[in-house]
């Protein structure tokens, strides 16, 4: 199954549609356009950022198994850090050949690892592969101004992905701010993996928002992938894998951002943060 990426033309027929089309005649449309996508994709393509989608970016409605996931451009003047695997396990026992992993996109050109939320306080997903029971995670929250919040993640000793959501007592994070944050592993008190990206919290438009409210699960998740949301989509997805283990939301969504080797590995329950 191969990513698919809208490109910057194909962007501005769906903006053209979407502003000009009803619903319906949007995705006969857009199904047209799919065997064109297929040819277009079967050549190299590298994925570039594109411009935010102001309106509905809908799918291939008739290809359940395909997720279109648009990369929003990066905030200026943060200094995005790279940091979407860690370079090795340091010690600590870990699964054969896996790393400690974000499950957030990954930008070639810059080596930065961002994405957006419209939540106030995100969830974040990464993959852990150490078995150590003494193990434990820190997650720390940077603003613009340097101040940081930090957080104790318990983790169970069973390699896998884990979703850390942000306790309700946290601040809740200001629209248009990048917050930097940073995801260490510890093993036996030694520092074991480290990674880092930006967060970044945007709100959708009203035509999304409508969109939103009427769409079944799998079309919000659509909805929010195609307009680069990419933590609400991933939320998503991971819920429609808990109650159908067959949906390919979640295995097509990590191709899209080139984290396919870890669609088959298991969510470890935990991680209530101190």
């Known amino acids: 199954m191969k990513k698919i990426r809208l490109p910057h033309y194909l962007n501005i027929f769906n903006q053209f ?6 619903l319906n005649y949007q995705i006969y449309f857009i199904s047209l356009m799919s065997p064109f996508l297929v040819v277009l994709h079967a050549k190299p393509f590298v994925a570039q950022s594109l411009p935010p989608v102001t309106t509905r970016s809908l799918t291939l409605s008739r290809q359940p198994s395909s997720v279109v996931f648009a990369l929003p451009p990066l905030p200026k003047g943060t ?8 370079a090795g396990s340091r010690g600590c026992a870990a699964a054969p050949g896996q790393r400690l992993t974000a499950l957030v996109p990954f930008y070639p050109a810059t080596g930065s690892v961002f994405g957006w939320t ?36 318990p983790l169970s000793g069973t390699p896998g992905v884990i979703q850390v959501a942000l306790p309700p007592t946290a601040a809740t994070l200001s629209i248009g701010q990048p917050y930097r944050w940073y995801f260490n592993i510890y093993c036996q008190e030694r520092l074991a993996g480290s990674i880092y990206g930006v967060i970044q919290r945007e709100t959708v438009s009203t035509r999304m928002k409508s969109d939103l409210t009427q769409a079944a699960a799998r079309d919000r998740l659509l909805l929010y992938a195609a307009n680069g949301f990419w933590f609400d989509a991933l939320a998503l ?22 984290l396919q080797g870890l669609a088959q590995e298991p969510v470890v329950s935990c991680c209530q943060l101190r």
Request: proline share 7%.
């Open 17 to 22: 549609i979407t502003n000009h089309c009803p």
């Open 79 to 86: 200094g995005a850090p790279r940091g979407q695997r860690d």
């Open 118 to 153: 419209t939540a106030e306080r995100p969830t974040f997903w990464f993959y852990v592969p150490y078995f150590p029971a003494n193990t434990y995670g820190r997650l720390t929250l940077e603003q613009a101004n340097n101040q940081q919040v930090a957080y104790t993640v």
């Open 237 to 258: 997805a991971a819920e429609q894998r808990r109650i159908n283990a067959q949906d390919a939301s979640w295995a097509s969504l990590l191709e899209a951002v080139d």
